[in-house]
């Protein structure tokens, strides 16, 4: 089961306590995944479709217990390409499913009906029913990608001026959403982690949120893991390549003057570092006599370094080893 569905799931065994968040909430659920049919008579007919059964359960239960409807669930079997079932709710003019979709603010009746694209203020005139809203607009058309992959949230409908409705309802509570244009659809969506948890916070999705820190906090320790990896791996590197040219250049000064003819304090640096090809500067400063710090070895290494250079051109590099 994926971590979109797990989210809804957990969002649709919600019960609302007043009759105003179960039509905020029904509102935004019909607004993604409603089709609304006219025949000749001006009759109109309600479709509501979802891939899981919780969330047909929650609207057939909120159509009860708020419009008297008694509908059915039918369930749409799909054999193609593997995909869900999904779950049907028709409500029917004998329904009076006109009457119930002015009262949701989805259509006017004036001379006729027409669908409206906005939200209507008395459907969320305070903070618990634009919770409500939203968690339904999630419920009927949202989605969230696995946080251990990629953080991204969104709410997919195929009206422009309805997307930047639901996009400044959601900004109007502190978050900072988007819209994108997607296949003749209008994308709203969330891409920061903490803008994300903070709205399954508000929709209700305690389990879900708690979900994504965790996969949040595994992820930043695994990336800071990497990077002290990476960091210790570029040290060694640096170390390793140091080594190679203090060798590189003791072996110059071996091959042509001696290394019995440099000082004795480098003397005694050089035939350790040759003995001990791969130790750090610290590890070797602490072998000299008298001991010496990283630093100082650092120094004798660039003195030796300087004497070799005067004599590098007189020995090919295939006689050094």
Do not use: W
Request: glycine share 6%.
């Amino acid at each position: 089961m994926s971590f979109s569905t797990e989210t809804k799931n957990e969002l649709a065994r919600l019960v609302n306590d007043k009759k105003r968040l179960d039509l905020a909430e029904l509102s935004g659920i019909i607004r993604l995944s409603g089709s609304i049919g006219l025949s000749g008579k001006m009759e109109i007919s309600l479709k509501i479709s979802t891939e899981l059964n919780a969330v047909a359960r929650k609207v057939f239960k909120i159509l009860k217990t708020n419009f008297g409807i008694n509908t059915s669930i039918t369930v749409n079997k799909n054999q193609m390409l593997k995909k869900n079932n999904s779950y049907v709710l028709l409500v029917t003019p004998e329904m009076n499913a006109g009457r119930m979709l002015v009262e949701l603010g989805i259509l006017e009746k004036e001379d006729s009906f027409y669908t409206r694209n906005d939200i209507p203020d008395y459907l969320i005139s305070n903070q618990q029913e634009k919770q409500a809203y939203i968690r339904g607009a999630f419920l009927g058309g949202g989605s969230i990608n696995d946080p251990e992959k990629n953080y991204h949230m969104e709410f997919v409908t195929n009206n422009e001026e309805y997307a930047s409705q639901l996009s400044d309802l959601i900004n109007s509570m502190g978050f900072n959403s988007k819209i994108i244009d997607r296949k003749n659809n209008y994308v709203v969506y969330l891409k920061e982690s903490e803008q994300i948890s903070d709205l399954l916070t508000l929709m209700g999705a305690n389990k879900a949120m708690f979900t994504l820190q965790n996969a949040k906090i595994v992820k930043e320790m695994r990336n800071k893991v990497n990077r002290i990896v990476n960091c210790e791996t570029a040290n060694l590197s640096k170390t390793v390549d140091a080594a190679v040219r203090q060798v590189e250049n003791i072996l110059i000064i071996q091959k042509t003057i001696g290394i019995s003819e440099l000082p004795e304090n480098l003397q005694q640096l050089a035939l350790l570092r040759l003995e001990n090809e791969d130790i750090s500067l610290k590890e070797l400063g602490e072998m000299l006599s008298p001991p010496l710090g990283k630093s100082g070895v650092n120094h004798r290494f660039k003195k030796i370094e300087e004497i070799a250079d005067k004599y590098r051109d007189m020995i090919l590099p295939e006689d050094l080893f």
